[in-house]
């Protein structure tokens, strides 16, 4: 059988081919308020205080950073002037 009609074979397409309809995948319960707090604590502790790997890179990302505050931005306010009839 060829790709094609190992495609073709399938009435919905689940990606299996005509293989086994039993989810390969096993399910997990959902996880409780608790385990999805320490989760997250873990998370922002991993993100919070880390450097890069030499002085220069990060004193390159904060003047980068920096630059990227103060510049105007593409989109703002322009008057209407007077007399015209905007849509």
């Known amino acids: 059988m060829t790709p094609y009609e190992r495609l073709m074979a399938e009435a919905i397409p689940t990606g299996r081919f005509g293989g086994s309809t039993e989810?390969?995948?096993r399910r997990t319960s959902p996880s409780t308020p608790q385990q999805q707090a320490a989760r997250r604590a873990a998370l922002l502790d991993a993100q919070t205080g880390w450097q890069l790997p030499d002085e220069?890179?990060?004193?390159?990302r904060t003047r980068t950073r920096k630059a990227n505050r103060s510049r105007t931005?593409?989109?703002r306010l322009v008057p209407d002037p007077p007399g015209t009839k905007a849509a």
């Open 23 to 25: 989810d390969p995948i």
């Open 56 to 60: 220069r890179s990060q004193r390159n």
């Open 73 to 75: 931005r593409h989109l």
